[in-house]
C-alpha cells in the first residue's frame, strides 16, 4: 500500500506543479556515502528544485497518534530525513502520512540546532484532492510560489 501512496501523492503534485519547477520521483542522485565507493543510496520520494531551491518530500504508509510517542514517528524516519536535508542541501524537508482522527494537529515541525527543519504534514484521503491543495498551500509554504492552486 505505501507504493500506492507514494505514487498517489506523486500523481497529485505532478497535477498542480507550475512549469520552470523540476520534480523528481524516487530520486537517486545521492548515497549517504561517496568513499570508497557509493554506498547507502538515498532514495526520496519526490524532489522539487526550483529557482536554486530544494525541497524533499517522503511519504510514509503509517497511521500516527497523538496518544504514541513523538506522535509514532520512528526514529530511523527522522533520520532518513536528516540525511536528505544533508545531502540535497534542502531549503525543507517534509514527512506526509495520511490523516488519521487520532491526531488532532493539522501539521508538527521539528528543528535541530544545526537549522534542520523536518515538517510532518497529513493528506486526508476522505477528500484528497481538497487535502492535497490544502497542503500545498498551507503547510509547505516553501512551495507556494511553485504549485498552482
Same mark, same amino acid.
Not at 14 to 25: A, D, E, P
Not at 59 to 64: G, S
Given at each position: 500500500m505505501e507504493?500506492?501512496?507514494? %505514487?498517489? !501523492?506523486?500523481a497529485k503534485f505532478?497535477?498542480?506543479?507550475? %512549469?520552470? !519547477?523540476?520534480?523528481?520521483?524516487q530520486d537517486t542522485r545521492f548515497s549517504l556515502f561517496d568513499s570508497p565507493t557509493r554506498a547507502f543510496a538515498l532514495r526520496p520520494d519526490l524532489v522539487l528544485e526550483f529557482d536554486g531551491h530544494t525541497v524533499v518530500l517522503d511519504?510514509?504508509?503509517?497511521?500516527?497518534s497523538d496518544n504514541a510517542r513523538n506522535s509514532g514517528i520512528s526514529q530511523s524516519?527522522?533520520?532518513q530525513m536528516y540525511a536528505y536535508s544533508k545531502k540535497y542541501d534542502a531549503d525543507g524537508i517534509v514527512l506526509l502520512y495520511p490523516r488519521s482522527d487520532a491526531v488532532n494537529r493539522s501539521d508538527i515541525r521539528y528543528t535541530s540546532e544545526d537549522n534542520v527543519k523536518?515538517?510532518?504534514?497529513?493528506?486526508?484521503?476522505?477528500?484528497?484532492d481538497e487535502s492535497i491543495t490544502d497542503l500545498i498551500a498551507d503547510s509547505l509554504k516553501i512551495i507556494n510560489k511553485v504549485v498552482t492552486i
Open positions: 507504493k500506492v501512496f507514494e %505514487s498517489f !501523492v506523486a505532478r497535477r498542480h506543479i507550475k %512549469s520552470g !519547477v523540476n520534480l523528481r520521483t511519504t510514509k504508509w503509517k497511521l500516527l524516519d527522522m533520520y523536518v515538517d510532518v504534514s497529513f493528506i486526508d484521503l476522505r477528500n484528497a
